[in-house]
């Protein structure tokens, strides 16, 4: 009778165990990051540190510590400025389908049928747009300048890893265009 039992607890484990399925976590297989990449990305990290830091003590100081800034800084910490004032916007843009991020660094406006209904609607996307692509080219500009390696590098490698970026920061279900130029969802 313990035998009998044993072996229908053993067959019952047996079976139980051939039912599971091993699941082999994901890997993936990603490249280190190009000499580029890194050089972009530090310089990036590097201005939006200062940058930030200095849009700080322009507040605390008043009128006067902006003066002081050179005209390029001043462009910059406005680009900054667009971007953080237009952010929820553009996420819900991106939400809604209305924007995608291009491979080129830019959004892109997406054909959409509530946009081509509301004119109105459609004007103030394109401005919004125009206002992140604008302090997008400002903020990609200071990087370049400000980092000799990337003064030498391609224009197109840079904004390539700027796109990546972007994309990388963009929420789940933004349409994002892959480097051969089709459109996908994250």
């Known amino acids: 009778m ?14 139980s165990l051939a039912q599971c399925s091993l699941k082999a976590p994901e890997v993936r297989v990603t490249g280190e990051m190009t000499a580029l990449e890194k050089e972009v990305l530090g310089t990036y990290r590097q201005v939006k540190e200062d940058d930030t830091w200095m849009v700080a003590s322009t507040r605390s100081e008043g009128k006067a510590q902006t003066e ?3 005209p390029e800084k001043k462009r910059v910490l406005k680009a900054m400025q667009d971007q ?12 809604k389908g209305y924007v995608g991020e291009n491979n080129q660094g830019f959004l892109s406006i997406r054909e959409h049928e509530d946009l081509n209904a509301d004119d109105t609607k459609m004007k103030f996307v394109e401005k919004i747009v125009t206002e992140e692509n604008s302090a997008r080219e400002v903020i990609m500009d200071r990087v370049i300048e400000l980092n000799d390696t990337l003064k030498n590098a391609v224009r197109e490698n840079v904004m390539t890893i700027f796109a990546q ?21 994250k």
């Open 2 to 15: 313990k035998k009998g039992i044993c072996i229908v607890i053993a067959v019952f484990l047996l079976l």
């Open 68 to 70: 002081e800034l050179s």
């Open 84 to 95: 953080k004032f237009n952010k929820d916007d553009i996420d819900e843009f991106k939400q």
């Open 165 to 185: 970026m972007n994309q990388d920061n963009s929420p789940a279900g933004t349409w994002i265009q892959e480097k051969l130029g089709d459109w996908i969802r």
